[in-house]
């Protein structure tokens, strides 16, 4: 769904998440237990990566 960052793998084909991931990971779960919905942080991400979108991003 887009919602983290691609993660590499280990040799064994588990996830290997760096910190960044697990922040991206962690600021979605507060997003849905906030009552957010999946299509909303969608497209918040993509503004996320896109210059100048601070004030769509808030709202």
């Not at 600021?27 to 996320?48: H, M, P, S, T, W």
């Amino acid at each position: 769904m887009g919602l983290i960052p691609p993660a590499s793998r280990k040799p064994n084909g588990i996830r290997d998440f760096d910190q960044e991931s697990c922040n991206w990971i962690e600021f979605v779960r507060c997003l849905r237990d906030a009552g957010v919905q999946i299509e909303a942080l969608i497209d918040y991400i993509k503004l996320f990566y896109q210059e100048g979108t601070a004030e769509a991003r808030i709202e």
